[in-house]
C-alpha cells in the first residue's frame, strides 16, 4: 500500500506537473502574444515617430523658407518705402519749382505788359509827332510857296525844332 501510495503520489504528481506544464505553457504563449504584441506596438509608433520627425523636418524647412521669404519681402518693402519717400521729396521739390517759376513767368507777363503799354504810348506819341511834323512842313511848304512871311524864329517850338531838322533836299 505504500507502493500504491507511492505511485499514486507519483501519478499525482505528474498530474500536478502536467498542469503545471499546461499552465506554464499557456502562460509562455499568452506572454509570447503579448510580447508580439508589444513588439508590432513598438513597430508601430516607432514608424510614426519616423513619420513626425520626417514631418517636422519638412516643416522646419517650410519654416525657414517662409522666414527667409518675409525678411526678403520686408526689405523690398523697406526699399519701396524710401524710394516713395524721395519720389515724394523730389515731387516737392518739383512744385517749389514750378510755383517759382510760375511766379517768375508771372512777374515776366507783367514787366512785359508794362513794357508793350510803353511802347504803345510810345508809338502813339511817335504818330502824334509825324502827323505834327507833316503838319509843319506842309505850312513850311505853303509858307515858301505863296512867298509868305516866314521868319527863323517864328512860330511854336516844334516848329523851330522841325525848321532846324529839315534839310534843302526836305523842302
Do not use: H, P, W
Not at 499568452?30 to 515617430?49: A, H, P
Not at 508794362?114 to 502824334?128: A, F, T, V
Not at 507833316?134 to 525844332?161: D, I
Request: glycine share 4%; with cysteine.
Amino acid at each position: 500500500s505504500v507502493r500504491e501510495a507511492v505511485v499514486s503520489t507519483q501519478s499525482t504528481g505528474e498530474e500536478v506537473e502536467s498542469v503545471e506544464n499546461a499552465k506554464q505553457g499557456a502562460a509562455n504563449a499568452s506572454l509570447q502574444n503579448k510580447i508580439s504584441s508589444l513588439e508590432e506596438q513598438l513597430d508601430n509608433e516607432s514608424k510614426e515617430k519616423q513619420n513626425l520627425s520626417k514631418n517636422s523636418r519638412r516643416s522646419d524647412r517650410k519654416i525657414k523658407e517662409l522666414t527667409l521669404q518675409i525678411e526678403d519681402e520686408r526689405r523690398q518693402c523697406e526699399q519701396y518705402k524710401d524710394q516713395m519717400e524721395k519720389a515724394n521729396s523730389r515731387m516737392k521739390t518739383l512744385k517749389r519749382q514750378i510755383d517759382q517759376n510760375f511766379d517768375e513767368m508771372s512777374a515776366a507777363n507783367a514787366a512785359k505788359r508794362k513794357l508793350q503799354r510803353e511802347l504803345d504810348e510810345q508809338i502813339e506819341m511817335n504818330d502824334s509827332l509825324q502827323r505834327e511834323n507833316n503838319t509843319l512842313k506842309q505850312r513850311q511848304r505853303r509858307g515858301f510857296s505863296t512867298g509868305g512871311n516866314f521868319r527863323k524864329g517864328a512860330g511854336s517850338r516844334a516848329e523851330r525844332t522841325e525848321n532846324d531838322d529839315l534839310s534843302d533836299e526836305d523842302l
